[in-house]
């Protein structure tokens, strides 16, 4: 499952490693959620160029009577794309990548949840697997995407059993074109690797979707360094200070 994630690099180093050039300025994102316009990258049919756009994030399928099942398809499992009737048409024609430098998931303990958010040891951009489609209703178009998820790597799965697509760099192109054999996609429904992986816990200040800025990836400790905290010698007055900031 991914429910949110962020891009928070800029615009230069999201055009080099998608080779494309973005079509409107972006900023920093730290809490990106669905229903939101999302960046998506693409490839342009008659260049054969990756182009960028801003699509709301909750698929809508072409034949919906309705957009409200867009709130619903927000993820897709990446095993069963090809026998849903909502995302088979999308994943051999339509599919995308998301730009993305993490995503959150959350634990519960009791009566209390915990943040966490997952990237990579660069932290540099990667591209989530997507599909997307077009629907239209008294001449107005809208244009929706989709993540999709497949099995959590070794090193989250105490945190969730599913995680986002990654497709490599390498793959970008294959991923984009319809004309690629469908056999062949299968080899980028992965995750990425274990050994890159890096979860840290951050505020719940995220939680709240009007929320953005770097405050949401505020790392808070563990319960384990709040009880060692805890125990320990208790700071002098300037240094309870710099604790109460």
């Not at 970008?172 to 299968?186: F, K, Q």
């Amino acid at each position: 499952m991914c429910g949110r994630f962020a891009l928070t690099s800029d615009e230069s180093r999201i055009c080099t490693l998608f080779g494309v050039d973005l079509s409107t300025p972006i900023t920093p994102r730290f809490n990106i959620s669905p229903s939101q316009k999302i960046l998506v990258i693409r490839l342009q049919s008659q260049t054969h160029k990756h182009v960028s756009s801003l699509l709301r994030w909750g698929l809508i399928p072409s034949w919906s009577r309705d957009q409200s099942v867009g709130a619903r398809l927000t993820n897709a499992r990446s095993e069963t794309v090809l026998t849903k009737p909502s995302f088979r048409d999308s994943f051999r024609r339509r599919r995308c990548l998301i730009p993305a430098n993490g995503f959150y998931e959350w634990t519960t303990s009791g009566k209390r949840k915990q943040t966490h958010y997952i990237q990579t040891i660069s932290n540099e951009p990667f591209g989530i697997g997507g599909l997307w489609d077009s629907w239209e209703d008294n001449g107005k178009r809208i244009e929706t995407c989709i993540i999709l998820t497949c099995e959590a790597n070794q090193a989250m799965q105490y945190l969730h059993p599913r995680m986002p697509v990654v497709v490599q760099p390498e793959r970008y192109d294959a991923w984009l074109s319809p004309a690629t054999e469908l056999a062949e996609l299968s080899h980028d429904l992965l995750s990425f690797p274990k050994e890159t992986t890096v979860i840290s816990q951050v505020s719940d200040y995220v939680n709240d979707v009007r929320h953005d800025g770097i405050r949401c990836q505020h790392q808070c400790l563990d319960s384990n360094q709040a009880e060692a905290m805890h125990n320990a010698q208790l700071p002098t007055a300037s240094q309870k200070l710099l604790f109460e900031k």
